[in-house]
T-cell receptor, first 113, second 114 residues
Framework: AQRVTQPEKLLSVFKGAPVELKCNYSYSGSPELFWYVQYSRQRLQLLLRHISRESIKGFTADLNKGETSFHLKKPFAQEEDSAMYYCALSGNAGGTSYGKLTFGQGTILTVHP | ETGVTQSPTHLIKTRGQQVTLRCSSQSGHNTVSWYQQALGQGPQFIFQYYREEENGRGNFPPRFSGLQFPNYSSELNVNALELDDSALYLC?????????????FGPGTRLTVL
């Protein structure tokens, strides 16, 4: 079974401080991991995916298969980073190849001025 | 680029009724997935359609059904509505529905069942 856990429902930091949003997953195969973000009054949108190994808006995330984690990090948080962040997993369990996303419960990040 | 659209924005139904929610995918996207998002929870996968065929299904009963049309539009139908069906319903389109494909989400339809 696929499972994604985001242990923090709420995370508050001050502008300029480092931020780390935690994500742990449970999956028996080789997963694809994503971070989606939802800004206030906007739709859910992709922030980054591990396969691209890119930095988006200063955010990075490293897949650690040993710890089954995919934490999202940013060295210096900005006020505009305040949003809901979802970690999601797309896996091929059961031999299927379609991209079913399993989401965590989300973390609300608030960056204070 | 034309984004994913959904209609209606909000809907109120009573228990036992049937509802149809609509989605228009991005042009060229052959795959549409539907998700249910209860308050305070992450989206939960309902099913996926690829080129008008159901491609995979989550843990939802058969009263949740769907259709996908050749013009990139799709529907989610829910029969015999229950109070617990109250949620935000999201559709997401992607090119081919592969594991690493980016899914582009619509704004959602908020369904309230009384």
């Amino acid at each position: 079974a696929q499972r994604v856990t985001q242990p923090e429902k709420l995370l508050s930091v001050f502008k300029g401080a480092p931020v780390e949003l935690k994500c742990n997953y449970s999956y028996s195969g080789s997963p694809e991991l994503f971070w989606y973000v939802q800004y206030s009054r906007q739709r859910l949108q992709l922030l980054l995916r591990h396969i691209s190994r890119e930095s988006i808006k200063g955010f990075t995330a490293d897949l650690n298969k040993g710890e089954t984690s995919f934490h999202l990090k940013k060295p210096f948080a900005q006020e505009e980073d305040s949003a809901m962040y979802y970690c999601a997993l797309s896996g091929n369990a059961g031999g299927t190849s379609y991209g079913k996303l399993t989401f965590g419960q989300g973390t609300i990040l608030t960056v204070h001025p | 680029e034309t984004g994913v659209t959904q209609s209606p924005t909000h809907l109120i139904k009573t228990r036992g009724q049937q509802v149809t929610l609509r989605c228009s995918s991005q042009s060229g996207h052959n795959t549409v997935s539907w998700y249910q998002q209860a308050l305070g929870q992450g989206p939960q996968f309902i099913f996926q359609y690829y080129r008008e065929e159901e491609n995979g299904r989550g843990n939802f009963p058969p009263r949740f059904s769907g259709l996908q049309f050749p013009n990139y539009s799709s529907e989610l139908n829910v029969n015999a509505l229950e109070l617990d069906d109250s949620a935000l319903y999201l559709c997401a389109s992607s090119l081919a529905g592969g594991l690493a494909d980016t899914q582009y989400f619509g704004p959602g339809t908020r369904l309230t069942v009384l």
